[in-house]
């Protein structure tokens, strides 16, 4: 799937947005800006048993070792950490978790990454570093509440998390070192229960955003209905759901209308934090093995679904090429048993339904998935 979603593109078509767009996305971004500076200055935690907690503790390299060098020796390590906590990574298939951020309705992927990041920009501004990603979730509604593992939405399915293993204990580092010096000053320190709580979380908030806008975008344009948050803030929001709405009303129209090529409909899907969706579907670089091509895939199906709903011909007739690598990908997935590795019947029959409705719509021959 990296090949397909993260491929670069020569073309920048893009089709017109509203003006009123930025309107929109501005009010969005002052809204994750309020919640995520709430939620970075207050007190709350999560179970000690939370699985980013485990996690951390796992990781025991000495936080005085200089800096480079810790991150070097984390680096080493993921591959074993993963595997640990049974996280999905290009040596190991990991498995399905039950809502550890997205609550009971909620099958989750948490997929293990170690792309490089600059251990020296996550020192400087380690509160802001967004370690732990969303690649996918199935909510629609805009009101960011925390992925905390609460029943906070109508909505349930799959959805996919990439932990970035170096930059998350790196992350941590700064934090008990600011811990320590705390103590120095005769302070309790924090733990790292109230860590998870009140950095990463709210940094996940970032592509959850994002993700929940372009569930908003693929539901308009499918005609499924948007879902409902269960539960409020302890302080007010604007809600710029009608805004957002009205502008991908226009764009969803004019893809109607106009014959559009797959990149051009995602790139012309103005997004909040992420500029636009076709950014947004870029997969963490990781080694494309077999172990790791389950959740890849299931976390990027419902964008192909949409792909091939939305476009001329379901992209016969401006991406026959893709079309045609994306059917043999799922025809390989199918033979050599990368479906098998998802254990819950009921997502591997729905994931089963989804395919046999993209073999009919492309007119595919019988795709061998039972």
């Known amino acids: 799937m990296q090949l397909f979603f993260n491929k670069i593109h020569q073309s920048n078509k893009v089709l017109p947005r509203p003006a009123s767009w930025n309107y929109a996305k501005a009010g969005l971004r002052r809204n994750i800006s309020t919640v995520v500076g709430y939620y ?28 480079e060098r810790f ?50 920009e996550i020192e400087k501004n380690w509160k802001n570093i967004q370690s732990v990603k969303v690649l996918d979730h199935p909510r629609s509604e805009l009101n960011l509440l925390l992925p905390n ?5 109508t909505e349930g399915g799959i959805a996919s998390i990439v932990v970035n293993i170096p930059a998350l204990a790196t992350q941590y580092r700064q934090f008990a070192i600011e811990q320590h010096e705390r103590m120095g000053h005769g302070e309790s320190p924090s733990t790292t229960a109230l ?13 959850h955003q994002d993700i929940a806008l372009f569930n908003r975008f693929n539901n308009m344009a499918i005609g499924k209905p948007m879902s409902a948050g269960l539960g409020d803030h302890p302080f007010f929001l604007i809600d710029y759901s009608k805004q957002v709405d009205d502008v991908y009303r226009d764009i969803v129209r004019r893809m109607e209308s106009i014959d559009t090529d797959f990149w051009t409909m995602l790139r012309s899907i103005p997004l909040s934090n992420t500029d636009t969706a076709l950014e947004l579907m870029r997969l963490p670089e990781v080694a494309p093995t077999r172990q790791v091509a389950w959740a890849e895939f299931l976390s990027r199906l419902k964008c192909i679904l949409f ?20 059917l043999r990908r799922i025809t390989n997935y199918t033979l050599d048993g990368t479906f098998r590795q998802i254990t819950h019947n009921e997502i591997y029959e729905d994931i089963v339904r989804m395919i046999r409705s993209i073999a009919e719509m492309t007119s595919a021959p019988s795709i061998p998935i039972r």
């Open 40 to 67: 970075q200055n207050k007190g709350f935690a999560v179970k000690s048993n939370h699985f980013l907690v485990r996690l951390i503790n796992i990781v025991s390299v000495d936080h005085s070792l200089h800096l």
């Open 71 to 120: 991150y070097e020796i984390v680096n080493a390590k993921t591959n074993r950490l993963s595997m640990n906590m049974k996280m999905t990574s290009s040596v190991y298939s990991g498995q399905l978790f039950d809502g550890i951020f997205y609550g009971p309705k909620t099958k989750e992927i948490i997929i293990a990454d170690d792309e490089y990041i600059s251990p020296y």
């Open 149 to 153: 593992g609460k029943d906070s939405s």
């Open 195 to 207: 860590f998870v709580h009140r950095y990463v979380l709210p940094n996940m908030l970032y592509t």
């Open 307 to 326: 792909l091939i709903t939305s476009a001329p011909e379901h992209g016969r007739k401006l991406n026959g090429n893709d079309v045609n690598y994306l």
